[in-house]
């Protein structure tokens, strides 16, 4: 595998480009395919087996374009696809998690929402990491119901939107809660929105930086870092609408064109 090889992402529609980024600004010269896979969001309703499934689907995609590494933008597919990925594939696998230990080592009331996927709150690995870190820490898990969609129609800002909002976080806030953990790739579009409910010294966490870093400490130790210094070139494929995603794309001003593709 040659190190000037691109990095695959794919998440079920536009939230991995969060990720992107992040991998973008700590990784200029690394060359990316996005597939976002939209037509088949949200993954977060979707049984375990249908989730690994459609993991598997974006991962032969992205073979098949010869990427070096996969990350999986995307907590619901990480949390139950994860390890069928890594046990089937001989290529390495980035997976993104909700930030639950650093929640747990900032909150000062000792209490900490999580805005999930149901796909990803009822996953093992979730349990699995909750057992691991939040011991003394009361944790609130709130299902976001309603949010994936709205974002993929660009309606982050609408008032069904604040609606929902207001429903999930006002009963944690009364409960006591002081920090946030994003556990979805779309919801960081959703901070401003989450800005105008919270106190102002209220936190909300991401992964999106930790799957950056990961990414690369792989890619070092794996000899695969593009140090070549060529430009890189991104390429970004939807099986839904484009223009939704170009928006999105030129927003967060990633060098890419999107494309439509059946995947
Ligand atoms: N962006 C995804 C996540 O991080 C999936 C959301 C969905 O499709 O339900 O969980």
New binding site residues.
């Given amino acids: 595998m040659s190190a000037e090889a691109p990095i695959g992402i794919f ?3 536009i ?2 480009t969060t990720i992107w980024k992040r991998i973008v600004s700590l990784m200029p010269h690394e060359s990316g395919i996005y597939l976002a896979d939209s037509k088949n ?4 309703t979707k049984s375990h087996d249908e989730i690994i499934a459609l993991s598997v689907k974006n991962t032969e995609k992205l073979r098949a374009f010869g990427c070096k590494i996969v990350v999986v933008a ?3 597919a990480t949390t139950n696809a994860i390890d069928y990925l890594r046990q089937s594939y001989d290529i390495p696998f980035i997976g993104i998690e909700p930030a639950i230990k650093p929640a747990a080592l900032q909150t000062k009331t000792k209490k900490v929402g999580v805005l ?2 149901r ?2 709150l009822s996953s093992q690995l979730f349990h699995h990491t909750m057992q691991k870190y939040t011991s003394g820490i009361e944790v609130f898990e709130q299902v976001g119901e309603g949010l ?1 969609e709205l974002i993929e129609a660009g309606k982050m800002d609408s008032k069904e939107t604040r609606l929902l909002l207001k429903k999930y976080l006002q009963p944690m806030l009364a409960n006591g809660v002081d920090t946030l953990v994003l556990g ?3 919801f960081p579009f959703l901070i401003p929105e989450i800005r105008k409910i919270v106190p102002r010294e209220f936190q909300i966490l991401d992964s999106g930086h930790a799957v950056a870093r990961q990414t690369k400490h792989v890619l070092e130790k794996s000899g695969l870092l593009n140090t070549s210094g060529t430009k890189p070139i991104n390429f970004c494929y939807t099986n839904y609408k484009t223009h939704l995603l170009q928006d999105f794309i030129d927003k967060l001003e990633l060098n890419a064109r999107v494309a439509y593709m059946d995947f």
């Fill in positions: 998440d079920s529609g939230g991995g969001a949200p993954y977060g995307c907590n619901t999930a996927t796909g990803t994936v979805c790739t779309h």
